[in-house]
T-cell receptor
Framework: SQKIEQNSEALNIQEGKTATLTCNYTNYSPAYLQWYRQDPGRGPVFLLLIRENEKEKRKERLKVTFDTTLKQSLFHITASQPADSATYLCALSNRDDKIIFGKGTRLHILP | KAGVTQTPRYLIKTRGQQVTLSCSPISGHRSVSWYQQTPGQGLQFLFEYFSETQRNKGNFPGRFSGRQFSNSRSEMNVSTLELGDSALYLC?????????????FGEGSRLTVL
């Protein structure tokens, strides 16, 4: 069955460093991969979308890579700040219009 | 521009009852999709509506249903509630479809079934 795995444990990163979150998937051929941020008690907020034929995408301090051979996406936050502390979700979608989400990685940026 | 609005934000029901949740998408967005979020299963796709038609459905029993109105507002209904239906129900709207992404989520309706 289709499966997405994100870092199951919380990730603690020192302020100013780069945080790297991992999203691995199996039994799936996504056309799109997305990253969302979710704060406690709030709905997810869209961050970045990358297509299957793209290797990398950037937006301000955020960078996403997508390796369809390794079936993996890496999500980087450079110059991390305490305000970046949240849960980050990756999501895959394909041409049959279904979307599946990972369970998320809790990121803590330590001042 | 107003965001996605979900009502009610919190509700408590008992087993066997039914519940209707409402979602008003961002103006101009024709796609509305619904999700169930629980600590154990994470965020799971329920269904998507586009221009009043259900375009796709996740792996949930028939007790979960929805509809979309001509103004793109959507409702989802859960009948014969079970304890396991306790969750945060999120809706999201988009100018395109769930497939092509950039979903704008509401704050959710937190359902507790006793």
């Amino acid at each position: 069955s289709q499966k997405i795995e994100q870092n199951s444990e919380a990730l603690n990163i020192q302020e100013g460093k780069t945080a790297t979150l991992t999203c691995n998937y199996t039994n799936y051929s996504p056309a799109y991969l997305q990253w969302y941020r979710q704060d406690p008690g709030r709905g997810p907020v869209f961050l970045l979308l990358i297509r299957e034929n793209e290797k990398e995408k950037r937006k301000e301090r955020l960078k996403v890579t997508f390796d369809t051979t390794l079936k993996q996406s890496l999500f980087h936050i450079t110059a991390s700040q305490p305000a970046d502390s949240a849960t980050y979700l990756c999501a895959l979608s394909n041409r049959d219009d279904k979307i599946i989400f990972g369970k998320g990685t809790r990121l803590h940026i330590l001042p | 521009k107003a965001g996605v609005t979900q009502t009610p934000r919190y509700l408590i029901k008992t087993r066997g009852q039914q519940v209707t949740l409402s979602c008003s998408p961002i103006s101009g967005h024709r796609s509305v999709s619904w999700y169930q979020q629980t600590p154990g299963q994470g965020l799971q796709f329920l269904f998507e509506y586009f221009s009043e038609t259900q375009r796709n459905k996740g792996n949930f029993p028939g007790r979960f249903s929805g509809r979309q109105f001509s103004n793109s507002r959507s409702e989802m209904n859960v009948s014969t509630l079970e304890l396991g239906d306790s969750a945060l129900y999120l809706c999201a709207s988009s100018t395109r479809t769930v497939y092509t992404g950039e979903l704008f989520f509401g704050e959710g309706s937190r359902l507790t079934v006793l």
